[in-house]
């Protein structure tokens, strides 16, 4: 099964604590203070102590002799001593006297001695002075160089991912899951169905535990944008599409199989679903092209010989010819206890199912799909709608071409189904080129044959049962020891909303009117005379000249201002602000051998996965939760079936020979495989 980007029908079943760069350890020590290096004072004091006593003798023959010196040259000068007696003593003085200056010359050399003896000693001392100090600032450039090492592999550390994604191996198809809770079979749903429907790929859910597995998924696929296609059984068989559609004659064998298979995995009388078939099919060639399961369980009942017939009639299940033929169709077996007993059987284990398909008017498609068996069921139709989900999908996927896009099918409660339904499923999606993972919350002696069968793979969870977790023990290996971490998440997240409104309106109006008017008026009037006044005027008539004028100015003016805002606006503000700790990321938990009570002890989300591999068989601890993957120090899910380039490839996990240390070094053990 390969899709265009290269999913090669991988699956992610969880997480892996890897990390490729090794914990940078504690930080380095700095290098301890140089000693204060200097003549010692006691050294110093031995000195002039040993100079004092050796020149002790000198000194007192200095002063003896300077005394007897001094005493005879007085003696003599002062004419104590005869003549004779003080010549004698002024040469004894003399020589006296010179004895003192030699023991004062010995004094003097000695003292000049003993300076060049310290004065050697402070140049020797502070050679190694010099040379301890020179090794203090080579030891602390050292240390510089450690100390930025040592920071560089932290960051290396920090930054590196430490959970990479766990693939199902290539070339295998299915997995087989014993045990688990319904905690962790929601979290290996999500991590297994997750990174599919991501990558455009269709998965499949039949979940026969009557528990709320899926919801986490749903979840998950509605908060990516998905809309998945589920269905609530038996309340939503109208809406099921499963099955609809196929002939007369395949629907009779999907339907006696899943009659079959409704009885369970446990021994007992068991019907022929040949003959079942056979019956089932007569039955819908008399009803004809069409017929919905309530029309055959009428039919049914018309060679069971239950009830009244004429009800069927008036509800419009049967009508007169086909209640004719179903009459004709057994002639006088029809009487035949054999005939009977079967279709009372085929009718009562049909009966639940009779709202199959009556309102697939348009339903929409989905990558994902989900059966979930209701507790509302009832003891008796849970296996009967448990069996003919299992056998029409199997009967679907043998119809299909090969899967394109990629496409997964989980079966959750796998225990409840035969072993006929489970290989004829198996094998069904093995030649579709289907994945296929089937749980089993127990290991019946059925399902043990079964568990890792042909090209699968077995993945182990928490075993409550002491036998069940005792054969798991012993397929495993009691020899693999493995080393749980512990990892604590705390995300908290807080979200701020904040919404307001503002409405501004403003209007304003300025009206000024201004005017002037002026009217000037003018007139005259002038009157000519004759005589005295005019001298040279000549005779003639008197004149009289009269004029007017007027003026008429007027302005006016008119300003008119007008203006108006309107301001309206919404304001949202959202502030989303997350924390995330990760504490005790790489820090020891347990370790633990493969045995009995540690498989029952197992964490919700823990999964053992055994396979064979090229080098024989592997053994991989891995955790199945899928909030890991959103951590940052989880490695990106690459769906080309490894992680993405530039990140160490988990898969296969390292050999025997390297087991974790203390503070992430690794340390020989030969015998031992570590995951994490």
Not at 633 to 642: K, N, T
């Amino acid at each position: 099964m390969t899709t265009s980007d290269g999913w090669s029908g991988r699956l992610c079943l969880g997480w892996q604590h890897a990390p490729a760069v090794p914990e940078p350890g504690p930080r380095p020590a700095p290098p301890p203070a140089a000693p204060a290096i200097a003549v010692s004072a006691g050294w110093r004091a031995a000195q002039y102590r040993e100079a004092g006593r050796l020149a002790r003798p000198h000194r007192t023959a200095c002063a003896c002799s300077a005394a007897a010196g001094a005493a005879a040259a007085t003696a003599g000068l002062a004419g104590l001593l005869p003549a004779g007696l003080a010549g004698l003593a002024g040469l004894s003085a003399a020589g006296l006297l010179a004895a003192a200056a030699a023991s004062l010359r010995v004094l003097h050399r000695d003292r000049r001695a003993l300076r060049d003896r310290l004065a050697a000693e402070e140049v020797r001392v502070g050679q190694f002075r010099a040379a301890a100090q020179r090794e203090q600032r080579a030891r602390r450039a050292d240390h510089a160089r450690q100390q930025f090492s040592w920071r560089q592999r932290r960051a290396a550390f920090a930054r590196q991912p430490q959970w990479y994604p766990v693939w199902l191996p290539a070339g295998l198809h299915r997995l087989d899951v014993a045990g688990g809770t319904l905690a962790g079979w929601s979290a290996l749903l999500t991590s297994v169905a997750a990174p599919l429907l991501a990558a455009g790929g269709e998965v499949t859910v039949l979940d026969l535990t009557e528990g709320p597995v899926a919801a986490d998924l749903l979840a998950v696929a509605r908060a990516r944008g998905i809309e998945p296609l589920v269905w609530v059984l038996p309340a939503d068989l109208p809406r099921l599409d499963l099955g609809a559609g196929l002939p007369p004659a395949e629907l009779a064998e999907v339907l006696a199989t899943a009659i079959d298979a409704s009885a369970g995995p446990a021994p007992g009388p068991a019907g022929d679903p040949a003959a079942d078939a056979a019956l089932l099919g007569r039955v819908l060639d008399v009803l004809g092209a069409g017929a919905t399961i309530a029309q055959l369980t009428a039919g049914l009942r018309v060679l069971a010989q239950v009830g009244d017939p004429r009800a069927d009639m008036r509800a419009g299940l049967l009508t007169g010819g086909q209640l004719d033929g179903l009459a004709r169709l057994f002639g006088r077996a029809a009487a035949d206890r054999v005939v009977v007993d079967r279709a009372w059987t085929a009718e009562a284990r049909l009966r639940p199912l009779e709202p199959l398909g009556q309102e697939l008017a348009g339903l929409p498609s989905s990558p994902l799909r989900l059966a979930w068996l209701d507790r509302a069921a009832g003891a008796a139709a849970t296996p009967m709608l448990a069996g003919y989900l299992t056998v029409a999908l199997t009967q679907a996927l043998r119809r299909a071409p090969a899967a394109e896009p990629a496409q997964a099918i989980v079966v959750l409660g796998a225990e409840r189904l035969g072993p006929p339904v489970l290989d004829r499923l198996a094998d069904a999606c093995e030649s579709a080129g289907v994945a296929l993972v089937v749980a089993y919350r127990s290991l019946p002696g059925h399902v043990r044959d079964r568990l890792g069968r042909g090209n699968a793979a077995v993945a182990f969870m928490r075993l409550g049962n002491a036998q069940d977790a005792r054969a798991a023990a012993e397929q495993i290996g009691t020899e693999h020891r493995f080393m749980l971490s512990q990892l604590t998440q705390t995300i908290g997240d807080s979200v701020t909303v904040t919404t307001g409104d503002s409405y501004t309106s403003t209007v304003s109006a300025a009206d000024s009117v201004a005017g002037s008017a002026s009217v000037t008026d003018t007139a005259g009037r002038s009157r000519g005379s004759r005589g005295g006044f005019a001298p040279f005027a000549g005779p003639g008539p008197a004149s009289r000249d009269r004029s007017a004028s007027r003026a008429v100015a007027g302005s006016l003016s008119v300003t008119e201002q007008i203006s108006t805002s309107t301001a309206w606006g919404m304001s949202t503000s959202r502030a989303l602000g997350a924390s995330t700790s990760l504490a005790a990321g790489a820090q020891r938990s347990r370790e633990f051998l493969v045995e009995q009570h540690e498989l029952q002890q197992l964490p919700p989300s823990a999964v053992l996965l055994t396979y064979a591999g090229p080098a024989g068989r592997q053994v991989v601890l891995a955790d199945a939760n899928p909030a890991i993957g959103g951590l940052p120090i989880a490695a990106p899910v690459s769906l080309a079936g490894s992680p993405r380039a530039g990140t160490p490839p988990p898969w296969p996990p390292p050999g025997p020979g390297v087991r974790s240390g203390g503070r992430g070094r690794p340390r020989p053990d030969p015998d031992t495989r570590e995951a994490t």
